[in-house]
């Protein structure tokens, strides 16, 4: 009984990992509004070491359309205007000599509809990750000694449980960055 709540309890964590990573993915898809985790890829060379941009600047918004990114010392400017447009996220950064600003450009219906399929692709490749882990954690229970089929059947009902849980959860990230996305 011991080994089978062990399997659950990593399965369960497994699957919350999956859902957190799946909502991080979401927030570096832009939805037309600044958002300083819309840069959370990019790396900036500084002082050899590529580093990342929230580590060597803040990165803060006044509005729904602007960022703005300060970076610790003056002479990082060019470097991060380079990897901004190195990361190739359809953004403009401008400098004033303190501090580089990026308009956020109004969003095309069809590169609205664009963002919502790659949410979509983003969602589905959790919810396929959370089905690997139904089914790891089902062939696990099935391997252990000594507990009877009844108990076995049990955990995996708890197991579909939680993989359905998830699944529903996913689905709810899904449609608040779809109207998200769609909301002009």
């Given at each position: 009984?011991?080994e089978?709540?062990?399997?659950?309890d990593?399965?369960?964590?497994?699957?919350?990992k999956t859902?957190?990573h799946?909502?991080?993915e979401?927030?570096?898809?832009?939805?037309?509004?600044?958002?300083?985790?819309?840069l959370?890829?990019?790396k900036?060379e500084?002082?050899?070491a590529?580093s990342?941009?929230?580590?060597?600047?803040?990165i803060?918004?006044q509005?729904?359309?602007t960022?703005f990114?300060k970076?610790?010392?003056?002479?990082?400017?060019?470097?991060?205007?380079?990897?901004?447009m190195?990361?190739n996220l359809?953004?403009t950064?401008?400098?004033?000599?303190?501090?580089?600003?990026?308009?956020?450009?109004?969003?095309?219906?069809?590169?609205?509809?664009?963002?919502?399929?790659?949410?979509?692709?983003?969602?589905?490749?959790?919810?396929?990750?959370?089905?690997?882990?139904?089914?790891e954690t089902?062939?696990?229970?099935?391997?252990?000694?000594?507990?009877?089929?009844?108990?076995?059947?049990?955990?995996e009902?708890?197991?579909?449980?939680?993989?359905?849980d998830?699944i529903?959860?996913?689905?709810?990230l899904?449609k608040?960055?779809?109207v998200e996305?769609?909301?002009v």
């Amino acid at each position: 009984m011991e080994e089978i709540e062990l399997y659950l309890d990593e399965a369960k964590e497994q699957m919350t990992k999956t859902l957190n990573h799946v909502g991080h993915e979401l927030t570096k898809i832009r939805a037309g509004k600044a958002n300083p985790a819309m840069l959370d890829g990019i790396k900036v060379e500084y002082y050899g070491a590529m580093s990342p941009l929230s580590q060597i600047s803040s990165i803060t918004t006044q509005d729904a359309r602007t960022l703005f990114i300060k970076p610790w010392e003056k002479s990082l400017i060019s470097e991060i205007e380079r990897s901004i447009m190195a990361a190739n996220l359809g953004l403009t950064p401008q400098n004033d000599g303190q501090q580089i600003i990026i308009n956020i450009p109004m969003l095309t219906e069809e590169r609205r509809k664009q963002l919502v399929k790659q949410a979509s692709q983003e969602c589905e490749q959790g919810k396929v990750s959370v089905r690997s882990i139904r089914k790891e954690t089902n062939e696990q229970l099935k391997k252990i000694k000594g507990v009877s089929e009844d108990d076995v059947k049990n955990a995996e009902g708890e197991v579909q449980k939680l993989t359905d849980d998830t699944i529903v959860k996913i689905d709810a990230l899904m449609k608040k960055k779809e109207v998200e996305i769609m909301t002009v």
